[in-house]
């Protein structure tokens, strides 16, 4: 049986994996533009891995300029199955301190200038993002964070805004009222993407500030965001590797009672197959090509 290929979007701080094994850089064109930056392909232990920088290469790109799609999409094509997205975030809740690890399992969408569906142009499908997160997924890195000598909470709301700056102090006291736990700029779209793609979809959340309700710990600033994120890009790292050494089964939904992600479009495509346009059909076949 063939290992599984396993993918991590890096956030602010991690650029690179370490312990990579024979790596290659991989361009890959997509329908929907270029991704962030070419791909980094290697071996982590025995398990294949699949890199992304979300912000490219010296953090050149802001939430709102990431190629969502096309990052996704490249994912999609060059075979991945599951995706782990680390992202820094601000925490909303006391008990969450900088430099603790959560791994959200819901979401609330605050952004507002980024395309989210693969689909439209001819072609309409609802998938259900009732449960955004893969709970088999979550449920690894949450298991693999803890060994790795982090502080990791299991579940809460991630509130995803569209930045690039942080909360006004009334936002983050509404958001605390709403019962979220972490802030970020990030990980929303690549949920709803990585659903309509039918890649299980997980996020390891970096706590680097307590945003700025904490009004104690003072305002957010960009330094002691990224002294914070040395630290937890470390403990992210020793994650994630022994998360892929737990990964080492192709997904099986008949099994894992906790992963429908593989079957997330078998009943969400509702147009007449008749009259999808023939590009389509030929741009989204990485995705929709078992259905039709």
């Known amino acids: 049986m063939?290992?599984?290929?396993?993918?991590?979007?890096?956030?602010?701080?991690?650029?690179?994996?370490?312990?990579?094994?024979?790596?290659?850089e991989v361009a890959v064109a997509t329908p929907f533009g270029k991704p962030s930056d070419k791909l980094v392909r290697?071996?982590?232990?025995?398990?294949?891995?699949v890199f992304l920088p979300r912000h490219g290469k010296g953090h050149r790109l802001l939430p709102t300029e990431v190629n969502y799609r096309a990052n996704?999409?490249?994912?999609?094509?060059?075979?991945?199955?599951?995706?782990?997205?680390?992202?820094?975030?601000?925490?909303?809740r006391a008990e969450i301190a900088p430099g603790h690890l959560v791994v959200p399992d819901q979401f609330i969408d605050r952004t507002s200038q980024r395309p989210s569906t693969f689909f439209g142009k001819g072609l309409v499908a609802h998938v259900s993002l009732a449960d955004p997160f893969c709970k088999h997924l979550s449920?690894?890195?949450?298991?693999?964070?803890?060994?790795?000598g982090a502080t990791v909470h299991r579940g809460g709301t991630y509130v995803c805004m569209e930045g690039p700056q942080f909360s006004t102090r009334a936002e983050s006291h509404l958001y605390r009222s709403w019962g979220a736990q972490v802030i970020g700029m990030t990980n929303l779209q690549e949920a709803k993407l990585a659903r309509e793609a039918e890649i299980c979809f997980a996020t390891l959340a970096l706590a680097t500030d307590y945003d700025c309700?904490?009004?104690?710990?003072?305002d957010v600033d960009i330094d002691s965001v990224l002294a914070v994120l040395q630290n937890n890009v470390a403990l992210a790292r020793r994650t994630i590797g022994a998360a892929v050494g737990l990964l080492t089964a192709q997904r099986d939904c008949n099994t894992q009672r906790d992963c429908n992600c593989a079957t997330a479009l078998k009943d969400a495509i509702i147009t007449d197959r008749r009259l999808i346009p023939r590009k389509l059909r030929q741009d989204l076949k990485p995705i929709i090509g078992k259905y039709l």
């Open 2 to 24: 063939t290992q599984p290929i396993i993918g991590v979007i890096g956030g602010s701080g991690l650029y690179q994996m370490d312990g990579l094994k024979n790596m290659r």
């Open 42 to 49: 290697g071996k982590l232990g025995d398990s294949e891995l």
């Open 72 to 92: 996704i999409f490249a994912m999609k094509k060059l075979g991945v199955e599951r995706i782990i997205s680390v992202s820094a975030v601000g925490s909303l």
């Open 139 to 148: 449920g690894v890195l949450a298991e693999s964070a803890e060994p790795a």
């Open 213 to 218: 309700w904490n009004e104690q710990a003072g």
